[in-house]
């Protein structure tokens, strides 16, 4: 499949070359672009489905799960949660403290700044 996607781009720019020499439409362009993308989200696909690569998104949820209730009654946006965590990891990768941690020390006040 990747020697597929080696080729179908090839295609594609050889392509775009011509429309640019031509500088008119070829026909056949937006199809040959239209395959290559197909191409390389079913190569994609495959890698997640064989565990060779980790999905980074967040995964589409119904919207009855879209909050979160914690024990004390607070009602949270799973996607706010979700921007948190992302947020956190971040932060260790760069070797930055936690934002609670900032909190605990005085340099994050959070709020807004209105």
Do not use: C, W
Request: hydrophobic share 40%; aromatic share 6%.
């Amino acid at each position: 499949m990747i020697e597929a996607a080696i080729i179908q781009r090839t295609r594609v720019l050889a392509l775009f070359e011509k429309e640019q020499e031509l500088d008119r439409h070829v026909v056949g362009l937006n199809a040959v672009i239209n395959d290559y993308r197909d191409l390389l989200v079913a190569i994609q696909k495959v890698k997640f489905d064989l565990g060779l690569d980790e999905f980074k998104r967040s995964i589409p949820v119904r919207a009855s799960e879209t909050s979160v209730t914690s024990p004390d009654g607070t009602t949270v946006r799973r996607q706010v949660l979700e921007a948190y965590s992302t947020l956190e990891e971040i932060m260790t990768r760069r070797g930055m403290p936690p934002v609670s941690e900032m909190e605990a020390n005085g340099l994050y006040a959070g709020g807004s700044s209105r």
